[in-house]
């Protein structure tokens, strides 16, 4: 569920015209729903509330704007990180370090000691070469560093291959076969102590199977291990759950029903479960607005060329992914619709965000919403074709701010130099 809906003809953001934003702050824009943030972060809450002391660490990768951090912070939400610059971001929101879980196959030593000097709730280790070096980092530092190992479980999550991560042949995480003897080698280490186990088998997961599979290898690990002597208190299940980007599809599983796997996996083990969700809490929480530069009839297909191009969201050209795209002028219900090619201005043929997409007629000037962007859509946004990059406003109830402003030309100039021998 979110909260973009037709209002006397006019898309709006919970009770906020989007006509109303694009004259304001201009297009291409993201436009996030605070009310859908706080319901789906609710639905997680809810989703474990058997679990006592649970985190739910939302994947910052997913939509890192602070306003957005700093609603789901007040909320309780802990923060998912995966470099120095997104654990700079979770403290700039006001996330206190023992809620900040740090991810990542190639942390390095300098993001490793910011993490330890600004408080860190757990390092999720990935190879024996970081484990060896987070110890070094630690001691150096004279402190000691949370650790769980993600375990690679090898299950496949049967999502597109780009995001799924938890195969044997995927760079993530330690494999199971060999996590009783790295756990042993943790144990060992100067700086090291070791709290968990963590997994993430990948994202936009459609079906709760691939996650059974995984939590019942993580639940007999945790099992072996704590044989083998080591304090596994926390387990972190990752994150990934899929959100409906088709209306007309059968929607993924919910947050709920992913509680209740989880439940019926490990909560006999007594940790503190931990996850990690992102796309799940931020996606339908945010549409991208553009509008229409020209109809331009081609041979035998009709283009929509939008102000909005790959750069500003990248996800249909790199992951075939789709998205709704909807006029925000309510079209009559009697309409008839047309099928539009949707593409941007950028000089390459991958710049399409739709084929065939059926639409009732457009102009020039119209504006349409692409649904379920509000999560992997201004994160992944570039300034590719010198297009400045994309802003962002935040909509709560009937007012909205900008919380991250569309840089000037400029602005994006100035970034560069010109060294003075040239
Ligand atoms: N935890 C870890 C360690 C992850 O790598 C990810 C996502 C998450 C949590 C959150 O997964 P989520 O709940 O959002 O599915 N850019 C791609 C998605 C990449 C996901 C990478 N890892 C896309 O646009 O589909």
Redesign the pocket.
């Known amino acids: 569920m979110d909260h973009f809906n037709y209002q006397g003809g006019i898309l709006h953001a919970e009770d906020v015209p989007l006509t109303r934003i694009a004259e304001a702050v201009g297009t291409p824009v993201y436009v996030y729903a605070a009310a859908t943030l706080r319901r789906h972060f609710g639905l997680f809450q809810e989703a474990l509330a058997w679990a006592p002391g649970h985190l739910i660490a939302f994947?910052v990768?997913?939509n890192s704007n602070l306003a957005v951090l700093k609603l789901l912070a007040d909320m309780g939400a802990g923060m998912?990180v995966?470099s120095g610059g997104e654990y700079a971001r979770a403290k700039a929101a006001g996330v206190p370090g023992e809620r900040i879980v740090f991810?990542?196959v190639g942390k390095t030593r300098e993001e490793m000691a910011a993490a330890l000097r600004g408080g860190i709730r757990q390092f999720?280790v990935e190879s024996e070469p970081e484990l060896a070096a987070l110890s070094e980092v630690a001691v150096s530092l004279g402190v000691t560093a949370p650790v769980a190992m993600r375990v690679n479980p090898d299950v496949d999550a049967r999502t597109?291959a780009?995001?799924s991560?938890g195969k044997a042949e995927n760079k993530f995480g330690i494999p199971l076969a060999r996590a009783v003897e790295v756990y042993a080698e943790a144990a060992r280490l100067p700086g090291i102590e070791v709290v968990g186990v963590d997994m993430?088998i990948g994202?936009?997961l459609t079906d709760l199977d691939p996650y059974r599979q995984a939590y019942a290898r993580m639940a007999r690990l945790t099992r072996e291990l704590r044989a083998e002597g080591h304090d596994i208190r926390r387990l972190d299940m990752?994150?990934?759950?899929?959100i409906p980007y088709r209306r007309d599809n059968n929607a993924p599983p919910l947050p709920i029903e992913w509680g209740q796997v989880i439940r019926e996996a490990v909560a006999d083990l007594g940790c503190e479960i931990e996850v990690?969700?992102?796309?799940?809490i931020a996606g339908n929480a945010g549409v991208l607005l553009s509008r229409v530069i020209w109809v331009k009839r081609g041979e035998g297909r009709d283009f929509l060329i939008l102000d909005a191009a790959m750069n500003d969201l990248i996800?249909p050209a790199?992951?075939d992914?789709h998205h709704d795209i909807v006029p925000v002028r309510e079209p009559e219900v009697v309409a008839p619709l047309a099928p539009f090619d949707v593409v941007g201005p950028v000089c390459e043929t991958g710049d399409t965000f739709a084929r065939g997409a059926p639409l009732p007629e457009m102009d020039e000037g119209d504006l349409v919403a692409f649904r379920s962007a509000g999560?992997?859509g201004a994160v992944?946004a570039s300034e590719y074709n010198s297009r400045p990059l994309v802003p962002e406003v935040l909509v709560d109830g009937d007012h909205f701010a900008v919380i991250r402003a569309r840089p000037s030309v400029d602005e994006m100039l100035a970034r560069d130099s010109i060294p003075e021998w040239l």
């Open positions: 994947a990768k997913a998912d995966v991810s990542g999720n597109h780009k995001i991560t993430h994202s936009q990752g994150g990934g759950l899929g990690e969700p992102g796309r799940n996800r790199m992951y992914a999560a992997y992944m």
